[in-house]
């Protein structure tokens, strides 16, 4: 999150348990309705310090996620997070109407 956005006097971190719900009500920016960019990515093997992390074995796979979110009025980045999800824990669905 840019350096613009964190309110410095709140200098407790629980004020940020939710960046979004912080942005909303701190600045009106509804982070679900903003652009934003998501790409899941198979990694076998996965990294050994998230297989620590996840206390997983070696020999399994993660996903990888990325999401980079932007402000739709000059396109600036907002958020960007790097996530890894445990193979058998995550799902995805697409649907076409």
């Known amino acids: 999150m840019p350096e ?3 309110n410095s006097n709140y200098p407790e971190i629980n004020y940020y348990n939710s960046i979004y719900k ?3 009500s701190d600045y009106n920016i ?10 899941n990515e198979i990694l076998f093997p996965a990294p050994n310090s998230v297989c620590k ?3 997983i074995n070696e020999s399994e796979p993660v996903v990888f996620q990325t ?4 402000l739709s009025e000059n396109n600036k980045p907002i ?3 790097e ?3 445990k ?3 995550y799902k995805i669905q697409l649907l076409s109407n």
């Open 79 to 81: 958020e960007y997070v």
């Open 87 to 89: 193979w058998n824990f």
């Open 83 to 85: 996530s890894y999800k």
């Open 67 to 70: 999401k980079l979110s932007c």
């Open 4 to 6: 613009q956005y964190i």
């Open 53 to 55: 992390q996840l206390k």
């Open 30 to 39: 509804d982070l679900n309705e903003e652009n934003f960019r998501e790409t």
């Open 22 to 24: 912080r942005l909303k």
